[in-house]
């Protein structure tokens, strides 16, 4: 575990199940099934990190433990997307135009693995990389009394961070795990979870680290 | 210019100045004076892209072509700054013991070359990375009919990502500036600019591009 | 007219279609038809202003001249609503326990005579009074070039007035329309047309004087 | 006490004080004081109420409980403010016409009674009504580990309930002291207390009713 991590534990102490969320961003088929439309881009990162196992683990612990798992969706697209807007983003047409996360596709459904059980809160569609921005996000957070979220789910360099970005401005507490999100190359893997992400995050371990902490396993002490 | 930023003139056509603004991010001498606290960790991108020159010319374009200007200063340092918050990144707890951007102080002050004009705006301070967080940034482009915004200053990962992060998500059309921002390391800068910006942003371009650009050069074709 | 919004006339000019948007606030037949389950709270009100003749003319004339048309519809209830909620307010577990707006039920559908186009835009669903609360209604309007809004609908001093006060800190300028909306008591309009209307406001008019003027009828002078 | 706020309490259990903070909204002489600018337009109210006295009462329960005290203040006006806005308010240009609370006058600083104190926190000024629009406000408020608030000052139709209104958006607990604020007319007071703050506002109580619940006093029982 880096220090920057554990010299957070030693800050902010460690999760209180109650007052802690995970954040399921955009576990879609088209994400995370090796069919899926996007899945070719991220396939050599997915793997490489066992993403789905780790995905599974995490939320395994987090239900176990009565953490709340707030389902994060990315807009799903329909062929009309965008058709008046005036700045819709490269990838948002990008998206558009392959029908990526098609409305009543299975590409746009939740990918077996990740289906939403009766306790889970699904959050309103977020258009672009922020599950806060223009949802209701925030509110659920709040109205749930919790103060720190945990992400997982694709993309660790854009929907990840953007909610994990947007989150510490508006005064979570951030928790980034390495093996349970991917990108599409290792480069923004990296920019993801050691440039960007110790300017915003206040934890960024594995998925076995994060688990052993939530199961009760002492955090290990920060170098002198 | 790369394909990305030539496209995006084609679909959105150029800046129209009078619905364009400047956002002169931090430009604090603890940032951009070789005496400034944090000067030596930048140093030497900041001299690699020659970022005051840069900055300084596409401050002086805007102010020719009466484009809007706003200082969007990070919050000034205070000694008890955080004591009672729950969560406080890493970053923040830094910048207060070291008191960068110290408050009534000389690092804290806008560099000479950039001083605020009668004509400027000042956003309120920001707490962290983004300019639109717990700010009036949106409210004072709204009220000034702007809808296109060109960041410059400092860092390029941090606060630059983070408002036009922000400021994707809120509709604006976001510009980044290759050379007219500066960051710890040149992977942060690649991170930027070329991993991350093309996620966001509407158009990525060195200082010249854009000078040129807003001064009615004819923005080059696409490849086919 | 009042002086409050002719002088708001010569301060901001009269609307320019392109630029403007019709909200149109929880349309539901719960709301606007004599069988729904609210109607019989405010009929006085809206049988005595003529509510949906007036909506109807204020909405034809939108079309009519292309002003964009945007829903802005409220959470359709149900059974689980709030459970796990610190603070849902009166009125949220009051809806719930009557199953107002119910998902999927004809009482929160839209009104007969409020039926979607397919150029309408279809805002997410507010959880309580505001339309921009932790919605994309900010966003659509930017990305449509929006900057005034017109709100009619229902409840004027409850979803309506919240709307336009978070709307007018927002940047946006804001028209009521007396009787293109409604409330539970008479007191309760005059309470947000005559009381609050004009501190958030910039034109609070009748049906008949908007569509005058939205159809290039010159504005009246102001008093001397 | 009305039976909307004892049901509230029924629900939602009374304050805890580590969790709650008092807004003191625009103390600034030009309101509260009698020389002040705009005393004279609320005059009747203020000392029908006995506001100073209460506001008074009601910090000083707080600061007895270690409440955390917020300072709301409003924009402080300036010569040139609005000058390019396309927007702004009437009351926004009559109070830059007036210069009202205008930086640093004696109108524009906080009344003797109501100075702040070390601990306190003071919020950035807000440019028009609410006091979370534009500023830090909920930031401060998760960063204290804040849900609850409690609202006071001026005025109760304008800032107040505009602050009520989006922090109950936010997922706040909002209460309003009928007898700690004051507004224009009495109309206006019973618009903002009897028909719009039950739509929004968990508690709506007199300052000797918050005092006594806050030192302990059991909350009388609900009418069956």
Avoid at 71 to 94: F, I, M, N, S
């Amino acid at each position: 575990m880096d220090n920057h991590t554990i010299r957070g534990f030693e800050r902010y102490g460690v999760w209180q199940p109650e007052r802690t969320g995970i954040l399921l961003i955009d576990p879609y088929n088209d994400f995370l099934h090796p069919d899926g439309k996007s899945y070719f881009k991220s396939k050599e990162v997915i793997e490489g990190v066992h993403l789905l196992d780790n995905m599974k683990r995490v939320i395994n612990t987090a239900r176990a433990l009565s953490i709340q798992v707030f389902y994060v969706p990315h807009h799903r697209a329909e062929p009309t997307d965008y058709d008046h807007w005036k700045y819709p983003t490269t990838t948002q047409l990008g998206t558009k135009e392959r029908q990526v996360f098609a409305k009543g596709s299975w590409g746009g459904s939740f990918h077996d693995d990740f289906q939403p059980q009766p306790e889970d809160i699904i959050i309103k569609e977020h258009w672009s990389q922020s599950g806060f921005a223009n949802t209701d996000l925030d509110l659920q957070l709040k109205q749930h009394n919790i103060d720190r979220i945990i992400l997982i789910g694709m993309l660790a360099n854009t929907c990840l961070e953007s909610t994990g970005r947007f989150g510490m401005e508006l005064g979570y507490h951030i928790t980034l795990v390495r093996d349970a999100s991917a990108a599409n190359t290792w480069e923004m893997m990296h920019a993801a979870h050691d440039l960007n992400g110790p300017t915003f995050a206040h934890a960024i371990l594995t998925s076995e680290e994060l688990v052993d902490i939530l199961n009760g396993k002492p955090v290990p002490a920060s170098e002198k």
